[in-house]
């Protein structure tokens, strides 16, 4: 089966620009997670859909992320705007119900 | 709130030497853990959860509810599994909310 696919691989701004990640999960998957990793650190959860819906988006800094996945398939995250902090890698994830979670390559952000 | 610790952040053991990385978690409740592993160049992925108490690649984990441990081992370490593990806890339920621990690089020296 393909993979959960992200875009882009890497990512450089500057601060106080604006950034947006896409990420397609697993065909049929319908639980979806947006994870943050600072470097030296294990993954955060930032936001968790499932389908269209959102289940859990109690760490995400709602002031400056969001997130969609409007067709319960794809999704997006935004940064608006980065802060120097905000530099990580951005890693997707997708699962069936209950069920171990894929990753995909994730997007390695830096903030200039 | 749920907290998962791995001690180290780097093992170093020579090929076939036994391997325990530790990992110790904070949930009270039944808790599902997990270990992820991720070799050089490639996505993280699942390398075993503890329901499913089978070996992978020859490692294994037992989960101590009295010490709330879930210690990965290996009896004779290679070469390729030389790699950063991520010890993992979720509360199951609804959210199956991942919590992982900080990861410790495994490296085995020739």
């Known amino acids: ?112 | 709130a749920q907290r998962v610790t791995q001690p180290e952040k780097l093992l170093s053991v020579f090929k076939g030497a036994p391997v325990e990385l530790k990992c110790n978690y904070s949930y009270s409740g039944s808790p599902e853990l997990f270990w992820y592993v991720q070799y050089s160049r490639q996505r993280l992925q699942l390398l075993l959860r503890h329901i499913s108490r089978e070996s992978i690649k020859g490692f294994t984990a037992d989960l101590n509810k009295g010490e709330t441990s879930f210690h990965l081992k290996k009896p004779f370490a290679q070469e390729e599994d030389s790699a950063m593990y991520y010890c993992a806890e979720s509360n199951g339920g609804a959210t199956n909310k991942l919590i992982f621990g900080t990861g410790t690089l495994l490296a085995v020296q020739p």
């Open chain 1, 1 to 112: 089966e393909a993979g959960v696919a992200q875009s882009p691989r890497y990512k450089i701004i500057e601060k106080r620009q604006s950034v947006a990640f896409w990420c397609n999960p697993i065909s049929g998957h319908a639980t979806l997670y947006w994870y943050q990793q600072i470097l030296g650190q294990g993954p955060k959860l930032l936001i968790q859909f499932q389908n269209n819906g959102v289940v859990d988006d109690s760490q995400l800094p709602k002031d400056r992320f969001s997130a969609e996945r409007l067709k319960g398939v794809d999704s997006t995250l935004k940064i608006q705007p980065a802060k120097l902090e905000d530099s990580a890698v951005y890693l997707c994830a997708s699962s069936l119900l209950g069920q171990p979670q894929h990753f995909g390559d994730g997007t390695r952000l830096s903030i200039l």
